[in-house]
Nanobody, 118 residues
């Protein structure tokens, strides 16, 4: 079993900052890629950033930064200069091998709400 626990969401005024965290625990042999997605109301889930590609969403480049702490199996998303259009549920996604030579499986966090007020 693998668990992903997200934290750090909340309500912030435009121009403010938040840092999201996602910690993986359980039957983990190795972690491959870690990333963040977001889904705004009425919109499809979109990729924001991964630990291999960096920030990929054009709308947040220069404002968001992804980082990873391998010792803690944790991925972070630092969000600065937040805008109302960044309002969404943010999900972490992690590719994990549970045994040596095993397949990679995709796991999702429970989601954390980020609301940016104007």
């Amino acid at each position: 079993q693998v668990q992903l626990v997200e934290s750090g969401g909340g309500l912030v005024q435009a121009g403010g900052s938040l840092r999201l965290s996602c910690a993986a625990s359980g039957s983990i042999f190795s972690i491959n890629v870690m990333g963040w997605y977001r889904q705004a109301p009425g919109k499809q889930r979109e990729l924001v950033a991964t630990t291999t590609a960096g920030v990929t969403a054009d709308s947040v480049k220069g404002r968001f930064t992804i980082s990873r702490d391998n010792a803690k199996n944790t991925v972070y998303l630092q969000m600065n200069s937040l805008k109302p259009e960044d309002t969404a549920v943010y999900y972490c996604n992690v590719l994990i091998a549970t045994m040596r030579g095993g397949s990679l499986y995709s796991y999702w966090g429970q989601g954390t709400q980020v609301t940016v007020s104007s």
